[in-house]
């Protein structure tokens, strides 16, 4: 038997068992397994696993079961939400956005190892082997699921009214890795117009999230239908990336690891930029030498992965943190600004239109004269600066 396995978040990786049923699945067949999600990423990094579970694949959790209903005879989602009832529903809206769930069988392993963990059958074809499955693992089993429609579409698409499944009140609510609001209620609906979010039922909205997301004045809009919508728990006064305990793995590149990535002050550098898109990390560096980080909490999860790829960062911040809790390492050769607030967003737009002409990525002589260019613009607004 082929088998795909789709794995989901860190936490199902630091828990150690992802390798486990990795293991016990190679007892049916061969397995691939491929992870889905930038933070899971750096466990399975952490865990040396990427021998064995693809951080290659740029593709969202639906997308990649698709890509394994093409070749595969069985495809399982791996989960490990912050409780059942969260995990099956962050599946269902995985499912829900499938063109044809039907076509292989289709299974979810959630929360395994935990009390209430469970194997879920997303079709018929799937319950005969997710007894099995369930009966192997020692999990709960359940009924084929309904489908919950996430979203509602209305005026001919003008209007998009999204929930926001499986959040609590006080957690705090993300679109596309920006902080836009405060559960208030477990009834979180996000309303947008013509592609621009105009309110969010049930929670407390941070408007400046929303003016970020938004690009300012730029007003760009945002696909509620394809956006990625995340909510969690604070830790203290942060929201937690990553809750899961795990330890930090620091990329050598003996060889027998990722390649390293060799960065010198005078030799032809491809720098990129990562604004607000922290999460995107792994994509955005591809066959990059330096990223331009640009926002606090960008900054900080962006140089935290970047670190295992021995890729230093440029940070542009201004002490606007949204409160994100995350172990911050920071690779030698960068260099990160204190701008005066409320001028980050600033001093990011006029590097991407002054110093990469209006692109995500470029060219440079050296890593010095990248860093003198975003000086001189940055000259007016900064309060100090440090190197590591």
């Known amino acids: 038997m082929e088998i795909g396995l789709v794995i989901h978040g860190p936490e199902i990786v630091d828990s150690g068992m992802a390798i486990d049923i990795i293991n016990k ?36 959790p639906s997308r990649c079961i698709e890509h394994f209903f093409k070749k595969k005879d069985l495809v399982i989602l791996l989960n490990h939400g912050k409780t059942t009832e969260n ?15 039907n076509i292989k069988p289709l299974i979810q392993i959630e929360r395994p190892g935990m009390f209430d963990g469970l194997v879920v059958p997303w ?59 405060v559960a208030e209620s477990k009834n979180v609906r996000i309303i ?6 105009k309110d969010i039922t049930g929670a407390k909205v941070k408007e400046h999230g929303l003016e970020k997301l938004h690009g300012y004045s730029s007003m760009v809009p945002v696909d509620l239908n394809a956006c990625w919508i995340k909510s969690g728990p604070l830790r203290g006064n942060n929201f937690s990336i ?12 003996d060889g027998k690891e990722m390649k390293s990535i060799s960065i010198n002050n005078t030799g032809k550098i491809r720098a990129v930029i990562i604004d607000h898109e922290a999460e995107r990390s792994f994509e955005l560096v591809k066959d990059a030498n330096v990223a331009v980080t640009i926002g606090d909490d960008t900054t900080d999860i962006a140089a935290d992965i970047l670190y ?22 920071i690779y030698p050769g960068s260099t990160v600004l204190r701008l005066m607030p409320g001028s980050d967003d600033v001093v990011g737009k006029e590097i991407r239109e002054n110093v990469f002409n209006g692109n995500c990525s470029d060219h440079f ?18 309060i100090f600066s440090t190197d590591y």
């Open 87 to 101: 995990g099956i529903l962050f599946s269902n809206i995985v499912v829900s956005r499938l063109a044809d769930r």
């Open 123 to 181: 079709n018929v074809a799937s319950i005969e082997f997710a007894r099995d499955l369930a009966d192997m693992l020692g999990l709960g089993i359940t009924d084929l699921p309904e489908l919950i429609e996430p979203m509602s579409v209305q005026d001919h698409g003008h209007r998009i009214i999204r929930n926001v499944q499986g959040v609590y009140p006080g957690e705090k609510i993300m679109v596309n890795g920006i902080i836009v609001g």
């Open 365 to 382: 002589d050296s890593m010095d004269i990248l860093r003198n260019k975003i000086f001189t613009i940055s000259k007016k607004y900064i």
């Open 242 to 253: 990553r809750k899961s305990e795990h330890s930090f793995r620091y990329m050598r590149g």
């Open 308 to 329: 295992r790829l021995r890729i230093p960062v440029i940070g542009i911040t201004d002490g606007d943190r949204d409160g994100f809790s995350y172990i911050k390492h």
């Open 192 to 197: 947008s117009q013509d592609g621009f979010i």
């Open 25 to 60: 699945l190679g007892g049916y067949g061969n397995v691939s397994a491929a992870m889905a999600g930038t933070i899971g990423k750096t466990a399975v990094l952490d865990a040396h696993l990427e021998a064995v579970i693809d951080i290659e694949r740029d593709l969202k």
